[in-house]
Structures are given as structure tokens and as C-alpha cells.
């Protein structure tokens, strides 16, 4: 089992910064990856970014180049750096991990951003 915490959601103007972070802890072997999802009201949660233990991302068409997602191998931990944040990008953000040689998929608890105009 994994257990995922986040922290770093809030409320924040169109056009301002946030940090998301999640800490890791279960048992977490070395092929994995981490990284966010998101879901905003009334829509079907979607992929934000993820990033493997090697450094290899995927990002959301529509968020790159405003977001980026880094870890901490050594700390169990991967952050989200949210620049440049727009209306839509009002959602909850589920942190994630999953083993590469597995199916199963661990989630956090969420934690909400909002962006106001």
C-alpha cells in the first residue's frame, strides 16, 4: 500500500503562483511514477503532469509551459509548480503514483485551487 498527502492548494488571482506538493509512503519500490490529476466541477478527471523516478514527464497540453512538476526521489515527495494560472485551472488536484510494473493506482485525498479574476 501507498498513502499520499497533499498540501499547497488554495485560492489565488488569475495570473498569480501556487506549489502543490505530495509526500509519499507505503511501500514505494524504485520504478514508479508520480504526478498530478485534476477535476473540475461537473467534468471527468484528466492528467495535469507525471514524472517517472528516471525524470521522464508527460504534461497536459494546457498546461505546458506554466507548470512543472519536479520530485524528490530520496524524500518521497513531487511537487507542482503552477505559474501563470488561468480560470480554468480551477479544479481539485489529486497527487498519484503508480508502480511501472503494476495496475494499481494510489491517489491522494485532493486539494483544491481555485482562481478567481
Known amino acids: 500500500q501507498v498513502q499520499l498527502v497533499e498540501s499547497g492548494g488554495g485560492l489565488v488571482q488569475a495570473g498569480g503562483s501556487l506549489r502543490l506538493s505530495c509526500a509519499a509512503s507505503?511501500?514505494?519500490?524504485?520504478?514508479?511514477?508520480m504526478g498530478w490529476y485534476r477535476q473540475a466541477p461537473g467534468k471527468q478527471r484528466e492528467l495535469v503532469a507525471t514524472?517517472?523516478?528516471?525524470?521522464?514527464?508527460n504534461y497536459a497540453d494546457s498546461v505546458k509551459g506554466r507548470f512543472t512538476i519536479s520530485r524528490d526521489n530520496a524524500e518521497k515527495m513531487v511537487y507542482l509548480q503552477m505559474n501563470s494560472l488561468k480560470l480554468e485551472d480551477t479544479a481539485v488536484y489529486y497527487c498519484?503514483?503508480?508502480?511501472?510494473?503494476?495496475?494499481?493506482?494510489?491517489w491522494g485525498k485532493g486539494t483544491l485551487v481555485t482562481v478567481s479574476s
Open positions: 507505503g511501500s514505494i519500490f524504485r520504478f514508479n511514477t
Open positions: 498519484h503514483f503508480s508502480h511501472l510494473t503494476s495496475a494499481t493506482n494510489y
Open positions: 514524472m517517472t523516478n528516471g525524470g521522464s514527464t
